[in-house]
């Protein structure tokens, strides 16, 4: 696990202490999203320093998270690397005009809990549409009896080519010569 208390962060304030680890959070990121079909082990590597008085993280985190398709649940590898830069203080009224710009997340029992962060991220970088190599290439789309679903370009097609019942009847008000 990724936790370190503060007074042990405390000597790393000239020189950031140098992370690179190999995780298995397969079970904690299912427990958090029962989406997640299985997760290669994540790669992390970077720092935690301090900075203006804050302590932070830097990481990149590397992995293959599995999910299921959007459209039609069929399982998708989707390939994650994020870059993570977050401040951390133990301070309950952290609050500068130097750090206005950084979210400032507090610190619980004065321990950094990388791991949790790292969850956070590879959870917050799963796209909202996810597609396998084929729905993505062919564009096909489900249906079944008596039901479709069409894009959103299709829908203002479809818009567009359908009649006006109002405005066919305004024409039969008018003489036959001027239609």
Not at 98 to 109: F, K, Q, V
Request: glycine share 2%; aromatic share 6%; charged share 25%.
């Amino acid at each position: 696990m990724l936790v370190y208390p503060v007074r042990q962060l405390e000597k790393y304030r000239q020189h950031p202490l140098q992370i690179e680890q190999t995780l298995n959070l397969q079970a904690n990121l299912q427990a958090r999203d029962p989406q997640v079909l299985a997760v290669d082990p994540v790669k992390v590597k970077g720092e935690v320093g301090w900075e203006k008085g804050l302590l932070y993280s830097q990481l990149v985190i590397t992995t293959n998270l599995t999910y299921p398709s959007t459209r039609s649940l069929q399982p998708v590898v989707i390939p994650i690397k994020a870059q993570v830069k977050e401040f951390y203080s133990d301070e309950a009224n952290q609050s500068s005009a130097e750090h206005e710009d950084e979210l400032i997340i507090p610190l619980e029992n004065n321990c950094l809990d990388l791991q949790a962060a790292i969850e956070d991220n590879i959870l917050l970088n799963i796209p909202t549409q996810v597609l396998t190599n084929s729905e993505k290439n062919t564009g096909s789309m489900p249906s079944g009896d008596d039901w479709n679903v069409i894009s959103e370009d299709q829908y203002q097609q479809n818009q567009k080519h359908a009649a006006n019942p109002q405005w066919d009847k305004l024409k039969k008000l008018l003489p036959p010569d001027e239609k």
